[in-house]
């Protein structure tokens, strides 16, 4: 036993066949160490499985982080920022933007169900399918179209996309939004000083290949005005005792904090909802996005 617990695993008593109780405690003993050390063997085996799924979802982490924009399109009128934080190693929402041929910016955002190896994967496909139909389509209505249908080929019916694309012309200061699925989308109106909240206008990609998609929603914000994308992430995370921080919550979040540029809008919103929920595990994928028209 002092061999053992000085770390000798493989200490075993020696010498002692006898039947009586001092043999049959030698016995025991022996047996006892045989199966210590096939615990602590197989511990180690699943420790270095562990080490090595860890390894694996942290290069998944960087591979998916790596397909966020890293820098911002330089947009007369406009400024833009992203953000996005997983629950999970890898998560299954993500943000985009894209500048056409045209000299339109097509900025997206899509929520996959779930969080995960498999949802990331799903928002690595759906990001390609995005960036190589919006180029090639005149409106954004049978790009979504084109989207889903691939989408419908590889999802099973577990699997869903809710997904946003603003187009924006920033010659004409117009905005066209067309929504599948995800909701509720945020425009603050700097006129009124009030934010307006606006329901989906589509189902959610991957369910019904025969969806057809529009017509979207047009705004020709003036200063001020700003466009927050979102994922339902924020508003569905609880506080310890159980309250959801809400939509209520974030449009008025959203109103306080109209006036900073969009990526301390952005911080302000996570610190928000952070002091809300008081510690609370973060049990969704955050994401969002501000697109704003400044005073120029």
């Given at each position: 036993m002092g061999e053992i617990a000085g770390g000798n695993i493989d200490a075993r008593v020696e010498g002692i066949t006898?039947?009586?109780?001092?043999?049959?405690?030698?016995?025991?003993?022996?047996?006892?160490?045989?199966r210590l050390r096939e615990h602590i063997d197989r511990l180690a085996e699943e420790q270095a499985t562990r080490q090595k799924i860890e390894h694996d979802l942290s290069i998944a982490r960087n591979i998916q982080q790596g397909l966020l924009p890293n820098s911002v399109p330089t947009l007369q009128g406009y400024e833009l920022s992203g953000w996005s934080r997983p629950a999970d190693e890898t998560g299954g929402d993500y943000y985009d933007w894209q500048m056409l041929p045209n000299g339109h910016l097509a900025v997206t955002l899509a929520d996959v169900t779930g969080h995960g190896i498999g949802p990331a994967l799903v928002t690595a496909v759906c990001r390609a399918y995005a960036r190589a139909s919006f180029p090639s389509e005149t409106d954004i209505g049978p790009a979504l179209d084109r989207i889903n249908r691939l989408l419908c080929e590889?999802?099973?019916?577990?699997?869903?996309?809710?997904f946003v694309v603003a187009l924006v012309d920033p010659a004409k200061h117009c905005i066209r939004l067309l929504s599948a699925g995800h909701g509720p989308l945020f425009y603050y109106e700097a006129g009124a000083d009030r934010v307006r909240q606006f329901d989906a206008h589509d189902i959610p990609m991957g369910l019904s290949p025969d969806v057809k998609h529009g017509p979207p929603s047009e705004f020709h914000p003036g200063p001020g005005d700003a466009l927050v994308l979102i994922t339902d992430g924020f508003f569905e995370w609880a506080n310890p005792g159980g309250e959801q921080y809400g939509v209520k919550r974030l449009a008025e979040a959203i109103r306080n904090s109209h006036a900073l540029p969009p990526a301390q809008i952005i911080?302000?919103?996570?610190?928000?909802?952070?002091?809300?929920?008081a510690g609370s595990k973060q049990p969704d994928d955050l994401t969002a996005v501000v697109l704003k028209r400044v005073k120029v």
């Open positions: 006898t039947r009586d109780e001092l043999g049959r405690l030698a016995s025991a003993f022996n047996g006892m160490a045989g590889d999802l099973r019916n577990e699997r869903f996309v809710t911080e302000n919103l996570v610190r928000n909802v952070e002091d809300f929920t």
